[in-house]
């Protein structure tokens, strides 16, 4: 498999690493939206966050936060966002799901936008009583 | 407490409820960045990533991974963003702790950029040193 991540756990491709345990692994983005930017990754595969295995997104998630802890401590920064991206539509570059870990600072160059979308009450109703239903199965 | 999301989960203030359990709420956004955006929070009050409990963090990652997988199927977005942002710096307006679940479509007009940062290689190692030293503890 030519997954660059994979190469990374595997150690063919160096990295930053800044967490290990048996689960995760979690180094620096060597494209940093600024500095102190983590990925978090499972040792194992999976695409994204529909093929991700439960246990392994809870050992993720478990990681993320600790990691945030540290980076809140150590750099002080004026607030931190959690990004995961799946499909080439949302962002997602490299095919292993991974969680960015972004330090913001006022005045950083990072863009989180969106305008927001204008839906009739109706709309909302028919669209949540549609999940709703789903989810309850 | 004059927390919006808090009210939200007492049924003070009405929402368009998709999913719901002992821990954790789910409802559309109602400045949704695109049709499908659902927000998932605990119902005990935490204001960050930093002060929420593991185990409620852990629920809210469940969900959110279970509600991404409905909207794939019943959407079919191009992607899906999950986002979640600490401290107004970061873009966060609601001092409750939520996690974004963003169907995104080609095209779309949400904007998710930054530009790479420039490190030095002595300054990547450093920082993950400092990182692994406080991680390991």
Redesign the interface.
């Known amino acids: 498999m030519d997954c660059i991540f994979c190469k990374i756990v595997k150690g063919e491709i160096p990295s930053?690493?800044?967490?290990e345990n048996e689960k995760v692994l979690?180094?620096?983005d060597?494209?940093?939206?600024?500095?102190?930017?983590?990925l978090v990754i499972p040792k194992e595969h999976y695409n994204?966050?529909?093929d991700?295995e439960?246990d392994d997104?809870?050992e993720i998630?478990?990681a993320?936060?600790?990691?945030?802890?540290?980076?809140?401590?150590?750099l002080e920064?004026?607030?931190?966002?959690?990004?995961?991206?799946?499909?080439?539509?949302?962002?997602?570059v490299i095919n292993h799901i991974h969680f960015h870990i972004?330090p913001?600072?006022?005045n950083d160059?990072?863009?989180?936008?969106?305008?927001?979308?204008k839906?009739e009450k109706k709309q909302?109703?028919e669209?949540?009583k549609?999940?709703?239903e789903?989810?309850e199965n």
């Open positions: 930053y690493k800044v967490y979690a180094f620096l060597i494209n940093p939206a600024n500095y102190g930017h983590v994204n966050i529909l991700v439960e997104l809870i998630t478990k993320v936060k600790k990691i945030a802890e540290i980076l809140a401590i150590l920064p004026d607030g931190i966002n959690i990004l995961q991206s799946n499909n080439p539509a949302a962002g997602q972004i913001r600072f006022v160059k990072v863009t989180f936008h969106w305008e927001p979308n839906l909302f109703e669209l949540a549609r999940l709703k789903e989810l």
